[in-house]
DNA sequence: CAAAACACCGTAAACGTTTACAGAAATGTG
DNA sequence: CACATTTCTGTAAACGTTTACGGTGTTTTG
C-alpha cells in the first residue's frame, strides 16, 4: 500500500524524461538503449500503469456498467454470464449495478454516465417510463436496453420475442389437449408483465379458445407470491388443466402448490414456466419452460454496445432474439411425472 | 454525447474562478451570492462531476472489485448479494471479474490492483498458491479474502467452516440410522475440496463409522460431472444409503442418477447437498443441505473491507461463519419423496 | 565539408478536479 | 477614520498520464 511508483519515479532511475518513458511503455519507436533503461527501472520498481490518469488523459475508461433489476433474478444471471466474458476479452471491465427494478435508481445510473466513470452502459429495466425515455435521449454515453423500448429513442435496443414465446408454450398445452389454460403473470405495468399478458389472450384466441379473465391471476415475479396466486387461481377454477406462468420462479410457486393441493403434474395440471433458468432444469418435475433467450440476448447487447464503442455514432440497431420453447417434464412427464 | 460541461464552463458562465465553483458543488463555506450563481450555472448546464479526474486528485476511486471464481455459482452470486447492498450503501460501486478459477486470472486480478482502478478487492479463490500468497503479500490495495488462507498472510479473511458443516450432516444422516455414506466431492487440490473431504473422514469416524475409501468418488464441482461419480459410485457400492455431495450442483447431478438408477430418496438412499442455494429449495425432493453461509461471508468481507477502506492500517482480521444445515425432504421427506 | 534529412528526446501543456496560499473585500474595533 | 479581523475569492500547483512541438545530435547527401 506503499505510495507506488510513477512514471516520474521511472524518469529519475532511469535517467530519461517522462515523456520517453511514456512512448516506451506505450511501444512508440524509440532508441534501443533507451527502451532498455526504462523497461529495467520499470521492472525493478513494479511499476503499473495508473488506470486513472489514463483514463482522464484518453477520456476512456475501459470500464463499462451492467445495470440489471436484481442481483438475484437468474435471468439477469444468464445475461451477466455471456456479457462478462465477451466485454472482457475486448479489455472491458464491468460495474455492477443492481437497481432492484426502482425507477429512481435505474435514473441515478443513467445521470451517473455523466460522471464518465464508465464508457457505457448495458441496461434491463423492469418498467420503461417517461423518464427513462428523456434520460436516455440525452444519456452522456452509449446504452444497450436489453427489453423493448419505443422506435425513436436513440439507443440500440435487444428484445426478446415474449409474444412468440408466449404463443409456442399455448400451442404447445393445446396440442397435448389442454383446454382450461391459466395464466398467473407479474404486474401489468412492468414490461414483461404487459406484454405476456397481452400474449397470452392473443394466443388463446389463435387456438380457438375463449378468454376467460378469471382464467388470470395477478401477483409479482416471485415464488412464494406465484403460489399464492395459483391457490387462489385453483380455487376459482376448479377444472383448471393448465398454467402458463410467466417465469419460472412462477411456476416454482405453482409446483409447491399444485403438490400441497394434490393435483399431479402434468397428469392433472400441466405447467410452463418462462425465462428456462437453472431453477428449471433443477426443479421436479423438470419445467417446461419458454426461454427468451437470456443468455442470447446478453451476448448481443456486449457486442452492440462494443460495436457502438468502435465505431461511434451510428443509426440505433434492435436486434430480436427468438424463443424456443425448452419441453420438460411438467408438461409431458407422464412416466415419471408423480406426487 | 457532447462534450460535458466541467467545472470551468461554470465558472465562466457564473462569473467566477474554479476554484469557487468546486468549493460551492463541494458545500465549502461560500458567499450565499456565489452559491446562487455557481448553483444556477451548474442547473442550467446539467454538470454532473467527472468521477476520473476527481479520483486521481483525490486517490479514491470509490469502486470496489469482487473477484468471484465463475458467474454461474449460486454460491457466489449469494455472496454478491449481499456485497451488494453493503457497498452501495457505503457509496462504492462494484467492479466485477469472473476469473473462472483460473489461477493466471487471479493474479491477473490482483496485479492489476496497481492500476488503482479500485480501492480495495474481495476475492474468493478456489485455490490459494504460493504466488496468490506472494502477491497478497504486496498488493497495492486492500484485499478481502473469501475462503481460506494461511496464518500471517497480511489480508482480512473470511471463513466459513466446512469441517463442522460437514460433521453436522454426516451426524444428521448418522442418526437417521444411515451406515454406508458416500461421499462425492470436488478435486483435492481445490481449498474446499481438500477442506471437506478431510472433514467427511473425521465425521465418520467421531459416530464410530470405518472410513472405506470406495465410498469416497471425485469430480468435479458440476451437475454433470457429479451425476457421473454417482453413478461409479453406485456401481461400486451398491448398498450405498447416504450421500454426502460436496455442493449443492453434485447433489442435483446425485438425484438425477439416483431417480434414473430407481432408487428413492430419501427412502433408499438419502442425499445431502453444501451451499444451502437457491437450487436446494427449488429442487425435488427438496435438498437437504449445509449451509456455508455464503450471504453471511459476503456481508462479512464487504463490511470487513469497508472497515478497512476507512480506517486504515490495521490488524488483519479473521473471521469464521459457523455453518448451519437446512433439513429438507432428500433425507427426511418420507411422506412426500417419490421415485 | 556544408547542408539537408532524420531519429530521438525533453519541455510543456492538457485532461478535470481539489486545495494551499495569498490577496481582496467586507466587517469589526478603537 | 485608521487599523485589525474576518470572510471570501482567485491563482497556481498538483494528481499521473499522453502527446504536440521544437531542439539536439547523428547520419545522409550533393
Request: a neutral charge.
Given at each position: 500500500?506503499?505510495?507506488g511508483?510513477?512514471?516520474?519515479?521511472?524518469?529519475?532511475?532511469?535517467?530519461?524524461?517522462?515523456?520517453?518513458?511514456?512512448?516506451?511503455?506505450?511501444?512508440?519507436?524509440?532508441?534501443?538503449?533507451?527502451?532498455?533503461?526504462?523497461m529495467?527501472a520499470?521492472?525493478?520498481?513494479g511499476?503499473?500503469r495508473?488506470?486513472?490518469?489514463r483514463?482522464?488523459k484518453?477520456?476512456?475508461?475501459?470500464?463499462?456498467?451492467?445495470a440489471?433489476?436484481?442481483?438475484?433474478?437468474?435471468?439477469?444471471?444468464?445475461?451477466l454470464?455471456?456479457?462478462?466474458p465477451?466485454?472482457?476479452?475486448?479489455?472491458?471491465?464491468?460495474?455492477?449495478?443492481?437497481?432492484?427494478?426502482?425507477?429512481?435508481d435505474?435514473?441515478?445510473?443513467l445521470?451517473?454516465?455523466?460522471?464518465r466513470y464508465?464508457?457505457?452502459?448495458?441496461?434491463?429495466?423492469?418498467?420503461?417510463?417517461?423518464?427513462?425515455?428523456?434520460?436516455?435521449?440525452?444519456?452522456?454515453?452509449?446504452v444497450?436496453?436489453?427489453?423493448?423500448?419505443?422506435?425513436?429513442t436513440?439507443?440500440?435496443?435487444?428484445?426478446?420475442?415474449?409474444?412468440?414465446?408466449?404463443?409456442?408454450?399455448?400451442?404447445?398445452?393445446?396440442?397435448?389437449?389442454?383446454?382450461r389454460?391459466g395464466?398467473v403473470n407479474?404486474?401489468p405495468?412492468?414490461?414483461?408483465?404487459?406484454?405476456?399478458?397481452?400474449?397470452?389472450?392473443e394466443?388463446?384466441?389463435?387456438?380457438?379458445?375463449?378468454?376467460?379473465?378469471?382464467?388470470?391471476?395477478?401477483?409479482?415475479?416471485?415464488?412464494?407470491?406465484g403460489?399464492?396466486?395459483?391457490?387462489?387461481?385453483?380455487?376459482?377454477?376448479p377444472d383448471?388443466?393448465?398454467?402458463?406462468?410467466?417465469?419460472?420462479?412462477?411456476a416454482?410457486?405453482?409446483l409447491d402448490?399444485?403438490?400441497?393441493a394434490?393435483?399431479?403434474?402434468?397428469?392433472?395440471?400441466?405447467?410452463?414456466?418462462?425465462?428456462?433458468t437453472?431453477?428449471a432444469?433443477?426443479?421436479?418435475?423438470?419445467l417446461?419452460?419458454?426461454?427468451?433467450?437470456?443468455?442470447?440476448?446478453?451476448?448481443?447487447?456486449?457486442?452492440?454496445?462494443?460495436d457502438?464503442?468502435?465505431?461511434?455514432?451510428?443509426?440505433?440497431?434492435?436486434?430480436?432474439?427468438?424463443?424456443?420453447?425448452?419441453?420438460?417434464?411438467?408438461t409431458?412427464?407422464?412416466?415419471?411425472?408423480?406426487?
Amino acid at each position: 500500500m506503499a505510495e507506488g511508483p510513477t512514471i516520474t519515479t521511472i524518469a529519475e532511475r532511469a535517467g530519461v524524461s517522462i515523456a520517453s518513458v511514456s512512448r516506451v511503455l506505450n511501444g512508440l519507436p524509440t532508441r534501443q538503449e533507451t527502451v532498455r533503461k526504462v523497461m529495467a527501472a520499470a521492472e525493478e520498481l513494479g511499476y503499473v500503469r495508473n488506470a486513472v490518469a489514463r483514463s482522464l488523459k484518453s477520456r476512456r475508461t475501459h470500464q463499462v456498467a451492467f445495470a440489471m433489476a436484481d442481483v438475484g433474478n437468474p435471468a439477469y444471471l444468464a445475461m451477466l454470464r455471456q456479457i462478462q466474458p465477451v466485454l472482457k476479452a475486448a479489455g472491458y471491465r464491468i460495474v455492477l449495478h443492481s437497481t432492484d427494478a426502482v425507477v429512481a435508481d435505474e435514473i441515478d445510473v443513467l445521470h451517473s454516465l455523466g460522471e464518465r466513470y464508465v464508457d457505457g452502459l448495458i441496461m434491463s429495466p423492469l418498467r420503461v417510463t417517461g423518464r427513462h425515455l428523456q434520460m436516455l435521449a440525452t444519456a452522456r454515453a452509449p446504452v444497450v436496453i436489453i427489453g423493448s423500448v419505443p422506435e425513436g429513442t436513440p439507443v440500440d435496443n435487444v428484445r426478446a420475442d415474449s409474444r412468440t414465446g408466449v404463443k409456442l408454450a399455448i400451442d404447445h398445452l393445446h396440442a397435448l389437449g389442454r383446454r382450461r389454460i391459466g395464466m398467473v403473470n407479474g404486474p401489468p405495468d412492468t414490461v414483461p408483465g404487459a406484454a405476456r399478458g397481452a400474449a397470452y389472450i392473443e394466443a388463446l384466441e389463435a387456438c380457438g379458445l375463449p378468454y376467460d379473465e378469471n382464467l388470470v391471476q395477478i401477483g409479482d415475479f416471485y415464488r412464494a407470491e406465484g403460489g399464492r396466486a395459483v391457490a387462489a387461481l385453483l380455487d376459482r377454477v376448479p377444472d383448471l388443466d393448465a398454467l402458463m406462468c410467466a417465469n419460472d420462479l412462477i411456476a416454482l410457486g405453482a409446483l409447491d402448490v399444485l403438490r400441497a393441493a394434490g393435483r399431479r403434474v402434468p397428469q392433472d395440471v400441466a405447467v410452463v414456466g418462462m425465462d428456462d433458468t437453472d431453477l428449471a432444469a433443477a426443479s421436479w418435475p423438470s419445467l417446461t419452460s419458454v426461454s427468451l433467450g437470456s443468455a442470447e440476448r446478453g451476448k448481443a447487447a456486449a457486442e452492440l454496445l462494443l460495436d457502438r464503442l468502435q465505431h461511434g455514432e451510428r443509426e440505433p440497431r434492435v436486434v430480436t432474439v427468438p424463443p424456443r420453447l425448452v419441453v420438460r417434464a411438467s408438461t409431458t412427464g407422464e412416466e415419471e411425472g408423480g406426487t
